[in-house]
């Protein structure tokens, strides 16, 4: 397993994602119906909006997930993050970055990721809005497309919450 870089606006990036006032907090319907329609629209078991904290990945909606965050240092989404564009993982078992992740070889046996960036309007990444599935698969342009516009609907979302506590 090979560890992910940390961004070069880290520092920047965990501010941001502090001011969201979004972290631990409990789960939400209108992020929850998001990943669940991600699901469903591209037939895999599991969807997540997942925010990347300074050691760990906190999920803010988990289709299909029995856990609510897992450490930074195993994260698909740590990776994804230092990407410029959506960071797509065919067979996690033929890529040398996650080839002996332990959620690749063992639960929940992530073979293919798919995480699109969850960039704010000012440019930090605070995480992914990412599908997972326990076989490989392939992923073409059109289904970047699809799961950019899926993303979208995240981030607007994570905006008017925002809203709605000032």
Same mark, same amino acid.
């Given at each position: 397993?090979?560890?992910?870089?940390?961004?070069?606006?880290?520092?920047?990036?965990?501010?941001a994602l502090?001011?969201?006032?979004?972290?631990?907090?409990?789960?939400?319907?209108r992020f929850? &119906?998001?990943? *669940?329609? @991600?699901?469903?629209?591209?037939?895999?078991?599991?969807?997540?909006?997942?925010?990347?904290?300074? /050691? %760990?990945?906190?999920?803010?909606?988990?289709?299909?997930?029995?856990?609510?965050?897992?450490?930074?240092?195993?994260?698909?989404?740590?990776?994804?993050?230092?990407?410029?564009?959506?960071?797509?993982?065919?067979?996690?078992?033929?890529?040398?970055?996650?080839?002996?992740?332990?959620?690749?070889?063992?639960?929940?046996?992530? &073979?293919?990721? *798919?995480? @699109?960036?969850?960039?704010?309007?000012?440019?930090?990444?605070?995480?992914?809005?990412?599908i997972m /599935? %326990?076989?490989?698969?392939?992923?073409?342009?059109?289904?970047?497309?699809?799961?950019?516009?899926?993303?979208?609907?995240?981030?607007?979302?994570?905006?008017?919450?925002?809203?709605?506590?000032?």
């Amino acid at each position: 397993m090979i560890l992910a870089p940390l961004p070069h606006n880290e520092k920047q990036r965990l501010q941001a994602l502090r001011d969201l006032l979004i972290l631990d907090t409990p789960p939400e319907e209108r992020f929850d &119906r998001i990943s *669940a329609f @991600a699901a469903k629209e591209f037939d895999v078991p599991m969807a997540l909006v997942s925010l990347v904290d300074r /050691d %760990r990945q906190w999920f803010k909606s988990s289709f299909g997930m029995d856990m609510c965050e897992t450490s930074r240092d195993i994260s698909f989404c740590g990776h994804a993050i230092t990407m410029s564009e959506t960071l797509v993982v065919h067979d996690a078992l033929k890529d040398p970055r996650f080839e002996d992740n332990p959620m690749v070889i063992g639960e929940p046996y992530v &073979r293919f990721y *798919a995480g @699109a960036l969850l960039r704010l309007p000012y440019g930090q990444i605070v995480g992914t809005f990412c599908i997972m /599935d %326990r076989r490989p698969r392939p992923f073409d342009k059109l289904d970047v497309a699809i799961l950019g516009g899926l993303r979208d609907l995240v981030v607007e979302e994570m905006f008017r919450r925002e809203e709605a506590l000032t």
